[in-house]
């Protein structure tokens, strides 16, 4: 049986690089991963970067214009360094342009996010709780009162609403109790792709046993993974592309085995089966380089061509 018979794949698009990243690259991997069947295009967000990186709405916004069907995705937004009222607007209004495609991954952040844009880090689980709650709260009632320890907020109306019904909301990380709160408040949930693969294997025994004690069927929640890709018939080609992508955007080098997949089709077929065998019902595919070459040749590694 095709991989992509057994669970949904995402493709990311090109939106983080240590090189430039040219607009005619988005378009093509858009148009062409939604034409060859993916399922869904990802951002993440890395607003102060050294390196190369897309603003996630107004990449996704691009997406939506020049596609039609495929859903569009960013994992994760870091809601502490923006107002909810906003991001529950820009979402909102992505949902409406898109015709309800929209899926917004939502994460704490991390210690960096919280200095540079000068949020205090104290009580930010109960911050975070607050801003999925009033971002939720906008999009689907017609007036809104709330009344948190950090927001506040008195008859606060909003318009468009979502098209979906809800919006998805999905979480991220592997920290214990981040994959316990996804399960409780999240739609969804995805490891990272700077987590290693082990990681990923360890957190969903934890997800769905979390997820049942919530009285929620671990197989309708999407449980998801990002891995960074390199796929070329010659090996040492696709690993050094990955190893360029880990040690000169993570500064991590262990990473490129431990968490990215790369090797042959065949090589790459075997590694994604296992991962699915972990118990993922749902991968997001991200090339590192040569993003068109590679959606072609994911695309044949899970059987989507």
Sequence with gaps: MALKDRIPFGMSLP???????????VRAVA???EAL?????WVTENT???????????ALTYAAAVTTRIRLGASVVVLAIHSPLLVAHQWATLDHLSNGRAILGAGLGREHHYRQFEVPEEARVRR??????????????PKVDY???FYRLEGGTMSPKPVQSPLPIWMGVGHPNAVRRAAAIADGWMGSGGSSIAEFGRSVPLLREALEKAGRNPATYPISKRLFMAVDERPERARADLHRWFTEVYHNPPGTDASGIHGTSEQVREKLEAVVAMGAN???????SRYAEQVDALAEVVGLT
């Design 15 to 25: 939106h983080r690089s240590p090189d430039p990243i040219s607009v005619q690259a």
């Design 147 to 149: 009344h948190g320890q």
């Design 31 to 33: 148009q062409r991963a």
């Design 37 to 41: 069947g993916f399922h869904d295009l």
């Design 282 to 288: 749902h991968l997001l595919l991200n090339p590192v």
């Design 48 to 58: 102060l970067d050294h390196v190369t990186c897309l603003d996630p709405v107004v």
């Design 128 to 141: 975070f709780r607050e801003e999925i709650e009033l971002i939720r709260a906008l999009w689907t009632q």
